[in-house]
């Protein structure tokens, strides 16, 4: 058998004021995935925690995510989490506050 991507959830994710870089990945990974319900899993005859996750996060400064947060939103399946630059960091008026946007992906794939 071999790994088969079966599915690609994307989403998007904020922290409006605090520039904190996991929040808003944790909240881009939770969009991602709150508006599905794969049963891909189930069709195929497997489990859903069959399911291998790769999660890709792009923020503007990707050492200051704690992927262990990130990877604890997986419902289901085991993942991993790579950080990479994108996104976006928009500093307000008076240079004291940001707005952090993170993007992530999840690669869902099975053992078919």
Same mark, same amino acid.
């Given at each position: 058998m071999a790994l088969k991507k079966v599915a690609l959830e994307i989403g998007m994710g904020t922290d409006i004021r605090g520039g904190d870089y996991t929040k808003a990945a944790v909240r881009a990974l939770r969009d991602a995935l709150w508006h599905n319900s794969l049963t891909v899993a189930t069709a195929?005859?497997?489990?859903?925690?069959?399911?291998l996750v790769e999660v890709l996060i792009g923020v503007p400064k990707p050492e200051q995510v704690d992927t262990a947060e990130v990877l604890a939103v997986l419902p289901?399946? =085991?993942? =991993?989490?790579?950080?990479?630059e994108g996104g976006l960091e928009i500093e307000n008026e008076a240079g004291t506050d940001k707005t952090v946007i993170a993007q992530a992906a999840a690669i869902v794939r099975l053992d078919l």
């Open positions: 195929l005859g497997k489990s859903s925690d069959d399911m289901h399946g =085991t993942g =991993t989490v790579k950080v990479v």
